[in-house]
């Protein structure tokens, strides 16, 4: 294959590979049934303007491959009217008897077998890919394989709000108004005040940078560059997703608890309605119900509600393929979210009204280091996960 062409084929591999990168986020997107995020939104853009760089690329290569086929084809047309010399074919001989029959008319001076012998008896050389490994370009097969969970399910439910600043307070109602029957008449009415508190919130900042030569991002296919950004975008996600999950189980009251070995679903489903009885009062009804549970659960979990069950089922069931996008299914009309930054054995019920996350993500950051040849380049964000009402989460512990 030529030069232009390997170019081509290149240039039409990261095409592919990028328009599958952009339908994959998409497709998460759509399986969860929501809009892209900031993240998501960031990453189509960059995908997107290499695939405008690669089109304005491949049409000049494509011309010239044009001509240079029309050529070949010429060249292939006029090859029946040259005369080359006739090459002479290799002799393979059926069975030993043969090769001794040629050697004994050889001997009585027969020209054909003389000619037959020297040509089986010709030293030919063997060129095997082994002789010329500069000759066979190494071929990488993409898109890389990198498996990290962006999906971020606990802080997509509850909705990630825009971080107005390093520290803030919220304020919440810590006493409320009195109301009371008036017994007997002209009696005066109960009074109370109404008290506004605040919860203080201090936001955090995760982030991380790597330094990455210019070499390696002018010869690596697929881009080194994008590889990494979306790599520290991933590991964000993660740890955002983990400080969410661990904060808001680390204040959630201890709550109803799964025996040793496997449960029934009834014990299953008394357990969520256990813990969904303490967190709703919490709240006054405001939220909605969910469930967080760890993936290694599901295995408990799963075959308990399988999505065959009648239609007089406690749930419709979990579906394996349904895990990617976070949301494994229901019980008794409960949400069940699958998050990695769940412990082990813990499920936390939680109403949304209880806790709110919020985030400013900066993204990614470059800078040009021109004494070693280099670009350092960041990703990073702040990130703050608030307890509203404790007694509007509960956890729910299986015993190992």
């Given at each position: 294959?030529?030069?232009?062409?390997?170019?081509?084929?290149?240039?039409?591999?990261?095409?592919?590979?990028?328009?599958?990168?952009?339908?994959g986020i998409v497709e998460d997107a759509e399986t969860s049934n929501r809009d892209l995020n900031a993240q998501e939104m960031e990453l189509v853009g960059r995908a997107r303007d290499r695939i405008q760089t690669i089109n304005g690329l491949v049409a000049p290569l494509a011309e010239s491959s044009r001509i240079a086929q029309e050529s070949r084809d010429r060249m292939r047309e006029l090859a029946p009217l040259l005369t080359p010399e006739p090459a002479q074919r290799p002799v393979e001989y059926r069975s030993a008897g043969a090769y001794v029959l040629d050697i004994w008319r050889a001997g009585l001076g027969q020209d054909g077998a003389r000619s037959r012998l020297d040509v089986y008896h010709r030293a030919a050389a063997h060129q095997t890919t082994a002789d010329n490994p500069g000759l066979l370009p190494e071929q990488i097969l993409g898109p890389v394989v990198n498996f990290v969970d962006v999906a971020r399910?606990?802080?997509?439910?509850?909705?990630?709000?825009q971080l107005p600043s390093g520290s803030w307070s919220r304020p919440k109602v810590t006493q409320h108004t009195a109301v009371a029957g008036q017994s007997p008449e002209k009696t005066e009415l109960v009074s109370q005040k109404m008290v506004i508190g605040k919860l203080p919130v201090s936001a955090s900042t995760y982030g991380g940078y790597v330094n990455v030569s210019r070499q390696d991002i002018d010869w690596t296919q697929p881009a080194i560059?994008?590889?990494?950004?979306?790599?520290?975008?991933?590991?964000?996600?993660?740890?955002?997703?983990?400080?969410?999950?661990?904060?808001?189980?680390?204040?959630a009251p201890a709550g109803p608890t799964l025996p040793t070995g496997a449960p029934t679903a009834d014990q299953?489903?008394?357990?969520?309605?256990?813990?969904?009885?303490?967190?709703?009062?919490?709240?006054?009804g405001q939220g909605q119900i969910i469930a967080v549970a760890p993936p290694e659960l599901m295995p408990v979990l799963g075959p308990l509600f399988p999505p065959v069950g009648p239609t007089n089922a406690q749930s419709a069931g979990f579906n394996v393929n349904a895990l990617a996008s976070g949301n494994a299914g229901s019980i008794s009309g409960i949400p069940i979210i699958v998050s990695g930054g769940m412990a082990a054995d813990t499920i936390l019920v939680a109403s949304t009204?209880?806790?709110?996350?919020?985030?400013?993500?900066?993204?990614?950051?470059?800078?040009?280091?021109p004494s070693v040849l280099g670009v350092q380049v960041a990703y990073a964000g702040y990130f703050a996960a608030l307890v509203i009402e404790a007694a509007g989460l509960s956890k729910i512990v299986k015993t190992p």
């Open positions: 294959m030529r030069q232009t062409d390997q170019m081509l084929a290149r240039y039409a591999g990261e095409l592919e590979e990028r328009q599958a990168f952009i339908d399910p606990l802080i997509n439910a509850l909705g990630p709000r560059m994008d590889l990494v950004i979306n790599d520290l975008a991933g590991q964000y996600a993660l740890d955002t997703e983990n400080h969410a999950c661990s904060t808001l189980t680390a204040a299953v489903s008394a357990a969520l309605w256990g813990a969904a009885a303490t967190v709703m009062p919490a709240t006054g009204a209880a806790a709110e996350v919020y985030e400013d993500r900066i993204g990614s950051l470059q800078v040009v280091e």
